[in-house]
């Protein structure tokens, strides 16, 4: 199933978005650094509380930006949950959820795939981290990339501690938006209250792996 995944968002990346007629889809340059100002100003419109780590990732990113610039069709959230596979075998029919796909940089989607590696076991958004991938069957982060790498055609995943910062900073700019909703009665869901946790732990996490306090694949 991992295998699947690494090797549909490989797919996913190799399409020509030109010769697919979406060179307009969105715009093909300055991915990176437009994401962490779209997500600067959505958290600090959703603010609640003081969060040092987003304080700090919001100055850590800009100046951490990736010096080749990438573009191909970026799915936006591709994970294991947006997958709908075949009843009897590891192979995805379809990729749900689109609605924030763009043109973007494609590492960008790597690294939010690979958020579980890094999400500890429980809470709202159950990860892998601490656990013995090979013991349940799994890959291990760094096989992941790999197998990413050998479908899509690259000899290396350069700046991923900048990606999986960027992906955790998004999240957590995501998740506090949904918090700040749930606090003035405007959230369906009923677990959006708890979205502050994960807002803060996301920014917490980002950080670390942004000043090298926690390792990386």
């Not at 959230?77 to 009843?87: E, K, S, V, W």
């Not at 992941?144 to 910062?165: E, N, S």
Request: aromatic share 10%; with cysteine; hydrophobic share 45%.
């Amino acid at each position: 199933i991992f295998t699947e995944l690494a090797e549909t968002l490989a797919r996913l990346h190799r399409v020509d978005y030109r010769a697919a007629g979406l060179e307009d889809f969105g715009r093909p340059d300055n991915y990176c650094a437009r994401q962490v100002d779209r997500w600067t100003k959505q958290y600090l419109a959703a603010k609640t509380e003081d969060l040092p780590a987003m304080d700090a990732l919001m100055a850590w990113l800009p100046a951490h930006m990736p010096k080749v610039d990438e573009t191909t069709i970026a799915h936006g959230d591709f994970r294991l949950g947006n997958m709908i596979y075949a009843p009897d075998r590891p192979q995805i029919l379809a990729v749900l959820d689109w609605e924030l796909a763009t043109l973007g940089h494609p590492l960008s989607d790597l690294a939010y795939a690979a958020l579980p590696y890094h999400l500890p076991p429980g809470g709202a958004m159950p990860g892998l981290r601490d656990m013995d991938c090979a013991a349940q069957g799994l890959p291990t982060e760094a096989e992941f990339l790999q197998t990413y790498a050998k479908a899509v055609g690259r000899p290396d995943i350069p700046d991923w501690p900048f990606f999986l910062a960027l992906s955790l900073f998004r999240l957590a700019g995501i998740t506090q938006g949904v918090y700040a909703r749930a606090l003035a009665g405007n959230a369906a869901d009923r677990g959006a209250m708890r979205m502050g946790e994960v807002a803060k732990g996301s920014a917490l996490l980002g950080w670390e792996i942004a000043s090298g306090q926690r390792k990386t694949a």
